[in-house]
């Protein structure tokens, strides 16, 4: 497998880029399994949205049932979705993830955006994460505008578990879930950054032209709060994973790996 750096001096993410969502799908699919042959995974950080689904699928079909003992950490939650709602986090996470990888809900942990009471939901879910051990890999995507979990753009780099209001971008973005856009809740309770960033290792999938701008911005930009996934160059471990679209904006492109 071959890896690229974007950058020649200064923090570095790594890189590999592969020629569609499949491709990354199977790339992604296999480094988990990596972490977890060298016995370094017991706590699963997942994302949720389009891009990872090849991910869980090719993880599901290659695990053969190895995975059921991890537990699974959400990045996030809709504020104002019953939990059970068929476009909440806490469903894509149980039907999407858990329940194909053989993992009983009781292993996975989704912030309670449901609570009545956010900023003690919110502290419960830290407490939590910190309860198992933190989370040993991280699975992320990136919102067209740099967000990761739920940290749109102003998110500063020691920000925690809390409730954010989502940026008109993104509830756009997002909008094919529901019925309609106005469907699509105005808040949600996200991993701050400085939680995100305590992961032990961190990677970071993107898929499609719609993520170029953002993607280049994250990796070639100084770290800033106005691209949220930037922050993430002062994480020691982080790989990107990105399909040939969602390169197409770096400036220092790397080479497509055609073996995976
Ligand atoms: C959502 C999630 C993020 C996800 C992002 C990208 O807003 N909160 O965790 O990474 O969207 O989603 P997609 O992969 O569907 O583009």
Known sequence: MKLYYTHEKGPHMQIEVVADNAALGRAAAERILQTYADRELQVLGVATGGTPATTYRELTKRSEGRLSTLRLAALDEYVGLPADHPASYTTFVLEQIAKPLGIPAGQVGVPRAEAHDLVAAAASFE????????????????????????????????????????????????????????????EALTQGIGTILEARRILLLASGERKAAALAHAMEQAPSADCPASWLQRHPDVLVIADEAAASALSNRPEINTEA
């Open 127 to 186: 407490q939590q994460l910190r309860d198992n051990g933190g989370v040993d890999l991280q699975i992320l995507g990136i919102g067209s505008n740099g967000h990761i979990g739920f940290n749109e753009p102003g998110s500063q780099a020691d920000s925690r578990t809390r409730a954010v209001k989502l940026a008109d971008r993104t509830r756009r973005d997002n909008a094919r879930f529901f019925d309609s856009i106005d469907d699509v809740p105005r």
